[in-house]
T-cell receptor, first 112, second 115 residues
Framework: GENVEQHPSTLSVQEGDSAVIKCTYS??????FPWYKQELGKRPQLIID?????GEKKDQRIAVTLNKTAKHFSLHITETQPEDSAVYFC???????????FGAGTTVTVRA | KAGVTQTPRYLIKTRGQQVTLSCSPI?????VSWYQQTPGQGLQFLFE???????NKGNFPGRFSGRQFSNSRSEMNVSTLELGDSALYLC??????????????FGPGTRLTVL
């Protein structure tokens, strides 16, 4: 089955700096890669996703890049703000396995 | 549209008991997935249902089961509860347009505590 590894497990950044989280996956059949943000006590919320037919996608301060050859994808948050503090999960899914495999999560703390 | 809802939100059970959790997907969504979230294991896939059929199942023992009704609402059942079953159980729904994987929207979860 799919195995998703996520690094780092914790990340502390100064407000205004950038944050980068990296994930690798094992199944070359995976073609859908969402990122979820989970604040304490709340449900995971999709913040951005990318499919294998594109290499990069941006949405305001958030961007995701995908390297299918190397089987890794990354989340970039620019100009971080205190409200960006949360746990971020990457995930990978395939066309026909009808499930998402999640990374272990990255706890991001933005210091004011 | 109303979001994914789950009931109950909190549940306390004792070892050996069984429990049933319910999930109502976003209106029009036909796929419902269940995940178990624990601090040690993270988010782990339990199973996925589409049009009342289980299409995939994760690596959980047979004590974990589920079903989906014709209105797409889903239930999961855990029998003979163990202490290790204490977790946040999340369901997620998606529209699912074949063959493309669609966005999954999560419910608030059911916090199960087994004593």
């Amino acid at each position: 089955g799919e195995n998703v590894e996520q690094h780092p497990s914790t990340l502390s950044v100064q407000e205004g700096d950038s944050a980068v989280i990296k994930c690798t996956y094992s199944d070359s059949a995976s073609n859908y890669f969402p990122w979820y943000k989970q604040e304490l006590g709340k449900r995971p919320q999709l913040i951005i996703d990318i499919r294998s037919n594109v290499g990069e996608k941006k949405d305001q301060r958030i961007a995701v890049t995908l390297n299918k050859t190397a089987k890794h994808f990354s989340l970039h948050i620019t100009e971080t703000q205190p409200e960006d503090s949360a746990v971020y999960f990457c995930a990978a899914g395939g066309l026909n396995d009808y499930k998402l495999s999640f990374g272990a999560g990255t706890t991001v703390t933005v210091r004011a | 549209k109303a979001g994914v809802t789950q009931t109950p939100r909190y549940l306390i059970k004792t070892r050996g008991q069984q429990v049933t959790l319910s999930c109502s997907p976003i209106s029009g969504h036909r796929s419902v997935s269940w995940y178990q979230q624990t601090p040690g294991q993270g988010l782990q896939f339990l199973f996925e249902y589409f049009s009342e059929t289980q299409r995939n199942k994760g690596n959980f023992p047979g004590r974990f089961s589920g079903r989906q009704f014709s209105n797409s609402r889903s239930e999961m059942n855990v029998s003979t509860l163990e202490l290790g079953d204490s977790a946040l159980y999340l369901c997620a729904s998606s529209f699912w347009r074949e063959p493309r994987t669609d966005t999954q929207y999560f419910g608030p979860g059911t916090r199960l505590t087994v004593l």
